[in-house]
């Protein structure tokens, strides 16, 4: 029986990675996973090693200060790679702590097949040299990125993105006058990154429920986050929580989004947004030095340009996000603007299937390196 190992550390990957253990089953039931991620992953038939919660950490200085435990879980990881029989290593983005798994199975000889790749072409090139040496395929989940790895020497290879392969990001955008009055708000998936936007949160709610009256507004809830994370949004009156996020972008009028993937969730759901984030200020000024695009957000990124808004650390304010969100809900030309954008990136993206095209690329090249 093959054994693999897999690592997600976010829940954006525990669900891409779900969806990619549940297709390489389709090709080979016999397979065993085992490794690091949360319970989508465990559904799909892995054994988790440690918690995704705990591994769920974003920012330099916030990984800073769990060190210690970031070196427990590579050691013991390291430890599974080198003593037992693994076939395979599958990093799922997540690529601070996956590179440097990537390199201990490498020296194990362990095949190690990166499903997602990291974003180098926003953090710089200085991890290509690394990824070269350490990954035998990379599956790009952009176009235009398989040909930057390819000009590393990276074997690359397109697969699509996982996103489309949800039902409810197929469908066809709703329009202004077919949407609710309703404002989203997407404050994070991390009970970390809501203790971080609470008082930007909870500030710009009340200014929503001042300048827009008629317009209810809700929290996309995550399961893994305690109920008690999202009471200091819900003290206004017109506020709700809703635990069914794709389903809240596709029939709101607009929504004020965190940095993330959710960016690109939004736009596949057609939801015209104002982006926003806030971390330490330490994170914020040394990725100040590291990251090289010009866009946070990565519906800007594919577009090249600003077609959304972005409210960075010092210009996170209440003010700045509401006005933002009024004029969008006020500019029917600005609004047709963002959904065309949108379709544009959603073309751009190609056809579903992200997870049996990985999955594929995976058994394959296993086979064709017997």
């Not at 016999?30 to 465990?42: D, L, N, Q, V, Y």
């Not at 952009?142 to 397109?158: L, S, V, W």
């Not at 500030?203 to 986050?225: M, R, T, V």
Request: proline letters at 4%; hydrophobic letters at 45%; glycine letters at 6%.
């Amino acid at each position: 029986m093959k054994k693999f190992f897999i690592s997600a550390g976010e829940p954006s990957g525990d669900a891409h990675a779900a969806r990619l253990i549940r297709a390489i089953k389709l090709l080979d039931s016999e397979i065993e996973f085992i490794g690091i991620g949360g319970a989508r992953m465990a559904e799909a038939g892995m054994t988790s090693l440690f918690p995704l919660s705990e591994m769920s950490v974003v920012g330099i200085w916030e990984v800073a200060k769990k060190f210690n435990f970031f070196i427990h879980v590579l050691n013991e990881c390291k430890s599974i790679l080198n003593c037992e029989k693994i076939d395979a290593f599958i990093p799922v983005d997540y690529p601070g702590f996956n590179l440097k798994l990537a390199s201990a199975a490498k020296k194990a000889n362990i095949p190690v097949l990166y499903y997602i790749a990291p974003q180098l072409w926003a953090w710089g090139k200085n991890r290509a040299a690394k990824l070269q040496k350490n990954v035998d395929l990379l599956l790009t989940v952009f176009p235009f990125e398989q040909d930057f790895f390819r000009q590393y020497g990276i074997n690359t290879q397109f697969v699509g993105h996982p996103l489309l392969d949800h039902i409810e990001l197929q469908k066809q955008f709703a329009d202004y006058n077919s949407r609710d009055n309703t404002i989203a708000v997407f404050p994070g998936s991390r009970l970390q990154e809501i203790h971080k936007h609470s008082n930007l949160i909870s500030a710009s709610i009340n200014l929503l429920s001042e300048q827009l009256p008629d317009y209810k507004i809700e929290i996309a809830c995550s399961e893994s986050i305690p109920k008690q994370a999202y009471s200091l949004f819900a003290e206004t009156q017109n506020v709700e929580l809703s635990y069914d996020a794709h389903n809240l972008m596709s029939r709101a009028k607009a929504g004020i989004v965190k940095t993330g993937t959710s960016n690109l969730e939004a736009a596949l759901s057609g939801l015209p947004i104002t982006m926003f984030y806030k971390t330490s200020n330490i994170t914020y000024w040394i990725g100040k030095v590291l990251v090289k695009s010009d866009y946070i957000s990565i519906v800007n990124i594919l577009q090249k340009r600003f077609a959304v808004k972005e409210f960075i650390q010092h210009e996170a304010k209440p003010t700045l996000i509401v006005n933002d969100i009024i004029n969008i809900v006020g500019n029917q030309d600005r609004y047709t603007s963002i959904q065309n954008s949108y379709l544009e990136i959603k073309k751009m993206l190609g056809n579903k299937g992200a997870a049996e095209n990985a999955a594929k690329a995976i058994m394959n090249y296993l086979d064709d390196s017997k």
